[in-house]
Structures are given as structure tokens and as C-alpha cells.
């Protein structure tokens, strides 16, 4: 199970909303998964799922807060590799029409209406719900280990820009591209994918990330730090190396016992420790790190100056 479909599990489970919380999250499903039709006249309402507690539930609220005939359709569907998919039909009935009002699909001289009704963007809590459907319907998010990324997809330019205006209520400013004849609203940074997991009510799935992302950022750490050490240690390898053989350039020009007491000591403490860092050589002689340098930077001159 990929998790976005986890995600959706855990959102579909959770029934602890209001009446009008219920209404909002199922607008914004028919909005992105739903279709209006008229049959002889009469309204109808389609809805497609792919998957099927999300199915159940929808077709539950239906039935129990509007009391419709409902057909459900089950089919085979592979444009998305997915087992199965499921049309909720409400067929043309009394109280349809009603239904669409309630929902904001309708105005009440019969007109569609292709934006979110005001009252899901003026309720902090019913833009919650409503968000929370627009990505049951149409949202998806990487896994956690992979690159953060979560979307919401809309077929309408009008939605996309309603949903923006919704994510700014709770301080989100959202991406926005066009993929393959949809909207796509999407978010790219860790911050804002567990922010928009957390107000559609999804903590689970927002657990693991963060547990997940706190993993991810202490292997970095670790990486980092064992990069930082070996490139000092390769420089360190790469400076003593340089040293040994400006050592051996004075040996064979002039002779070690031609450099000062100080020189000659550290000259042939370099050869005797030739992996050792200046801190270590500098424990030996009991002299500081910055005297140890001073001393092999005196030992490179001397050694130029006789090539």
C-alpha cells in the first residue's frame, strides 16, 4: 500500500465530524471526483472512487443523511493499476436538486457553480473538512523517504484558485502546474507537506513523517560529519606528505643538522609520525599547534629556497 493510500485509510476511518463538516468533505469529493447529469430532465449525481472503505463511507453518508436510491457500479479499472474502482450513482429522485443546492453546486435559478461555496472558505472548520476531501478525492503525497511532495489535483482553473485562497487561511502558499490537463496545487518542503497532513486530520500519516524525517536529518548529520572528518583527514594525509619530502629536498641539498635545534626536532619527530596531525606532534613536544606549523612552514621555506 503506497502512503497516500495510507493517508486516505486513516482519513476515511476517522468519523468524529459535525453534519456540516460531513457535507463539506463530501462537496469537495463530488467536485473532484463527482459528475452532474441529467437524465429525462431530472438531475443525477455520479460519483467515482478508487477506493473502497472511501466508497462505503460516501455511500453511507448518502444514504443515511439524504435517504436517496443509490446505485453503486463496481469495475475493473487499469488506467490507474488499480483492482477496482466504484461509481456512487444517485439516479434522478426527489430531493436531488436540494441536495446540489445544499452542496453548492447550484444556484437556486438552476446555474452551475464552479467554485467552492463561501460558506467551506469562511469556516476554518469546514475548510478543514473540505480540504480533507479534496485530497480524498484527488490528493496525493510521496512517502516519506523519498522527496516531499503533496498535491491536490482540479480540473478547473476556478477550483485551483478557490483552493489557494483556502490554503492562505492557514498561512500555506501553494505551488501551482498543469500536468496533463489537470490543475495541480502542489507543496515541496517537509514543513508544509506535515502542516497540510496535520489540518486535514491525518496525524498518523504526520507521525511518521516526522519520526521519518528525524531519522532522514540524523543519517545527513552523520554523513555530513564523516565527510567533513575525511577530507580533513585527507588533507592532513595530503600536508604531511608535502612535508616529508621538504624534509628530504634539505637532507640531500644541505643535511638535516644544518636546520636550527627546533627544526631539526620537528623534522625528524614528521618522519618518525608521518600520519600524525599538528595537534598530536604538538602533545609530543609540548608546543602548541600553531607553533608546530610555524615550525613546517619554516622547514617548506628553507626547502624551496633550495629547488
Known sequence: MSFTDQVKEELTHKDKFDYQEQLAELSALIRIDGSIQISNKHLAVKVTLYHGNLARRIY???????????????RQDRR??????????????????EFLLELGFLTPANNLVFHIKEEYLDSRKLSQAYLR????????????QS??????????????EDLKVLLAKF????????????QVIYFKSYAEVVKVLNIIGAHQAMLKMENDHIVKELKNDVNRRVNFETANLEKSVSAAMDQLEYIDIIERKEGL???????????????????ASLKELGEILD?????VNHRLRRIKKIAQDLT
Open 60 to 74: 453511507s453518508l448518502i444514504k443515511e443523511r439524504f435517504g436517496f436510491s443509490i446505485e453503486i457500479r463496481v
Open 80 to 97: 490507474f493499476n488499480l483492482s477496482h474502482s466504484y461509481d456512487i450513482i444517485v439516479t434522478p429522485q426527489p430531493g436531488v436538486r
Open 133 to 144: 476531501g479534496l485530497f480524498l478525492g484527488g490528493g496525493s503525497v510521496n512517502s516519506p
Open 147 to 160: 522527496e516531499y511532495h503533496l498535491e491536490f489535483r482540479c480540473e478547473r482553473e476556478s477550483v485551483a
Open 171 to 182: 498561512d500555506l502558499e501553494a505551488h501551482q502546474t498543469e500536468h496533463k490537463g489537470y
Open 257 to 275: 643538522e644544518t636546520l636550527s635545534p627546533g627544526l631539526q626536532e620537528i623534522a625528524e619527530l614528521r618522519r618518525a609520525n608521518p600520519y
Open 287 to 291: 608546543l602548541s599547534k600553531s607553533g
